[in-house]
């Protein structure tokens, strides 16, 4: 089992930085593939950012040059700082683990969530 749990979500302006952390219960952390998606009302989850174990990343276009994912292996725990954000950032923002993934795909470990809020 691997517990996630994520913080420092809140509301920021359009413009505004933001910086995610999750930290997680599984020893085995660095040999996971770690990524964020997010949930907007009315609209399907989505893939945000991911970075497997051997630090390569992956980045929804959208975010790319704005947004960079990062990790401390000796803490178990993954960042996402957000920057230049825009009011399409709103959105619940989830933390996920994929154990010794070898894909982007994500895996059966989720967070509770954190809202991201981003208006004038």
């Known amino acids: 089992q691997v517990q996630l749990v994520e913080s420092g979500g809140g509301l920021v302006q359009p413009g505004g930085s933001l910086r995610l952390s999750c930290a997680a219960s599984r020893s085995s952390f660095t040999l996971d593939t770690m990524g964020w998606y997010r949930q907007a009302p009315g609209k399907q989850r989505e893939f945000v950012a991911a970075?497997?174990?051997?630090?390569?990343?992956n980045y929804l276009p959208s975010v790319k040059g704005r947004f960079t994912i990062s990790r401390d292996n000796g803490r178990n725990t993954v960042y996402l700082q957000m920057n230049s954000l825009k009011p399409e950032d709103t959105a619940v923002y989830y933390c996920n683990a994929n154990p010794y993934a070898s894909t982007w795909d994500p895996g059966d470990y989720w967070g509770q969530g954190t809202q991201v809020t981003v208006s004038p």
């Open positions: 970075m497997s174990s051997g630090g390569s990343t």
